[in-house]
């Protein structure tokens, strides 16, 4: 049974940080690539950042390149996203995802096979 765990979700003031946690259990971790993914209330759900466990490879979306950093720790099974600069345009609702082998600019949502139940992000003003 898979399972996608996130946790460090939080409430923070503009500029600051925070850093996301996905742990993932129950499959071959290096045949995945993990993505984040966010939701704010009355929005579409946005692709984040992903990184295809194989060869690194990583990938962001313009609204937060400069700012958030995807990494894996493969020795936990866990993929982080490291948010720094925060503003209240990133509150969300963040969650991780896997899918097959690799991802790219193009890695649509529908294309993940496995889920986070999700870890919120507010940023006050």
């Known amino acids: 049974q898979v399972q996608l765990v996130e946790s460090g979700g939080g409430l923070v003031q503009t500029g600051g940080s925070l850093r996301l946690s996905c742990v993932a259990s129950?499959?071959?971790?290096?045949?995945?690539?993990m993505g984040w993914f966010r939701q704010a209330p009355g929005k579409e759900r946005e692709g984040v950042s992903c990184i295809s466990i194989s060869d690194g490879s990583t990938y962001y979306a313009d609204s937060v390149k400069g700012r958030f950093t995807i990494s894996v720790d493969n020795t936990k099974n866990t993929v982080y996203l490291q948010m720094n600069s925060l503003t209240p345009e990133d509150t969300a609702d963040y969650y991780c995802a896997a899918k097959d082998y690799y991802c790219s600019p193009n890695s649509r949502g529908y294309e993940y096979e496995y889920w986070g139940q999700g870890t919120q992000v507010t940023v006050s003003s």
């Open positions: 129950g499959l071959t971790f290096i045949k995945y690539a």
